[in-house]
């Protein structure tokens, strides 16, 4: 099973940028996706955005695209969630996913993934 830690939380303004990391160990594949979820208190988690592990089908919910992008870098078994034009709605605990399920789920299901990180706290003030 994959292990992922995710790093690169924190505390910004209104309209700045974070960049969000999660390492991988185990091993991956490349035509695996991999994907970002948040969840904000009293609120079930949601989707924010999948890719393969080789950066292929970049997806995002409507809620982040254009100000957020996900990338990889298969090299060393890393995901990123960079996050542009933050607001206060954006404020959550973000999960990395991993760990491909097959295709019985959708890759915007939490049930896709079978491998979770710890979560990184983003907080965006007005």
């Known amino acids: 099973q994959v292990q992922l830690v995710e790093s690169g939380g924190g505390l910004v303004q209104a309209g700045g940028s974070l960049r969000l990391s999660c390492a991988a160990s185990g091993r991956t594949f490349s035509n695996d996706p991999v994907g970002w979820f948040r969840q904000a208190p009293g609120k079930p988690r949601e989707f924010v955005a999948h890719?393969?592990?080789?950066?292929?089908?970049?997806t995002y919910a409507n809620s982040v695209k254009s100000r957020f992008t996900i990338s990889t870098d298969n090299a060393k078994n890393t995901v990123y969630l960079q996050m542009s034009s933050l607001n206060p709605e954006d404020t959550a605990v973000y999960y990395c996913?991993?760990?491909?399920?097959?295709?019985?789920?959708?890759?915007?299901?939490?049930?896709?993934?079978?491998?979770w990180g710890q979560g990184t706290q983003v907080t965006v003030s007005s």
């Open positions: 996913a991993a760990g491909y399920n097959g295709g019985v789920y959708h890759l915007r299901s939490e049930l896709a993934y079978n491998s």
């Open positions: 890719i393969t592990w080789s950066g292929g089908n970049p």
